[in-house]
């Protein structure tokens, strides 16, 4: 039996109409695949920039990070070399403390020393003191010649004479005495206010090179 006449059309409809949808499907493929692509390709790119930027925090946080630990370390480093430099200092300053009676004995002991030890003395005791009379105790090895040019100067300024005393207690130096009134130049004198004698002491340590 021969097939009816009109199945080859239809068949050639049915293809045509299956190649229009293959045709379109592939086109949606294509517009899906090209927009999946380029989602991709975003989502790449912004992937790129997002590690970049992560990047560009992570140093950024390392940089502040190390900024903070140095300057750390330069406190403490500047902490360390201000405390190693008042442990010298407060070291220094102790010899010479301990050191400085002896050395204040030997300036007496030196002539042109104690000439200038009296004079300095006898100077502050004129600035401070009534025109006397005096009395000045003084270290038993106080040359006679210098006692009695201390003495002539003051007559040479219409000062009544002084009334001069040998102290035993006194080991060096000398201190003029007007009633209630005293001009301390002994070596005890001189020491007595350590904390004054110490602040002087440092701003010669800390002067020095």
């Given at each position: 039996?021969?097939?009816?006449?009109?199945?080859?059309?239809?068949e050639?409809?049915?293809?045509?109409?299956?190649?229009?949808?293959?045709?379109?499907?592939?086109?949606?493929?294509?517009?899906?695949l090209?927009?999946?692509g380029?989602?991709?390709?975003?989502?790449?790119?912004?992937?790129?920039?997002?590690?970049?930027?992560?990047?560009?925090?992570?140093?950024?946080?390392?940089?502040?990070?190390?900024?903070?630990?140095?300057?750390?370390?330069?406190?403490r480093?500047?902490t360390?070399?201000r405390?190693?430099?008042?442990?010298?200092?407060?070291?220094?300053?102790?010899?010479?403390?301990?050191?400085?009676?002896?050395?204040l004995?030997?300036?007496?002991?030196?002539?042109?020393?104690?000439?200038?030890?009296t004079?300095?003395?006898?100077?502050?005791?004129?600035?401070?003191?009534?025109?006397?009379?005096?009395?000045?105790?003084?270290?038993?090895?106080?040359?006679?010649?210098?006692?009695?040019?201390?003495?002539?100067?003051?007559?040479?300024?219409?000062?009544p004479?002084?009334?001069?005393?040998a102290?035993?207690?006194?080991?060096?130096?000398?201190?003029?005495?007007d009633?209630?009134?005293?001009?301390?130049?002994?070596?005890?004198?001189?020491?007595?206010?350590?904390?004054?004698?110490?602040?002087?002491?440092?701003?010669?340590?800390?002067?020095?090179?």
């Open positions: 039996m021969n097939a009816p006449s009109g199945i080859p059309e239809v050639r409809q049915a293809q045509a109409l299956i190649d229009l949808i293959e045709a379109d499907r592939a086109h949606q493929c294509g517009e899906v090209g927009e999946a380029g989602r991709a390709s975003n989502a790449r790119s912004q992937a790129r920039d997002d590690a970049r930027k992560r990047v560009r925090q992570v140093f950024a946080e390392q940089r502040q990070r190390r900024d903070r630990e140095l300057a750390a370390a330069r406190a480093l500047a360390h070399r405390l190693h430099e008042q442990r010298r200092l407060a070291a220094l300053l102790r010899l010479a403390w301990d050191a400085l009676p002896g050395e004995r030997k300036t007496w002991q030196q002539a042109s020393a104690r000439a200038a030890w004079a300095t003395l006898l100077a502050y005791a004129r600035a401070r003191l009534q025109t006397g009379p005096w009395r000045v105790a003084h270290a038993p090895d106080w040359p006679d010649e210098e006692r009695d040019a201390m003495r002539a100067s003051l007559v040479a300024d219409a000062r004479a002084p009334r001069f005393e102290d035993r207690a006194i080991v060096a130096g000398l201190k003029v005495v009633g209630t009134n005293v001009v301390d130049g002994t070596l005890a004198g001189l020491l007595a206010d350590r904390g004054d004698v110490e602040a002087r002491l440092l701003r010669l340590l800390e002067a020095a090179p």
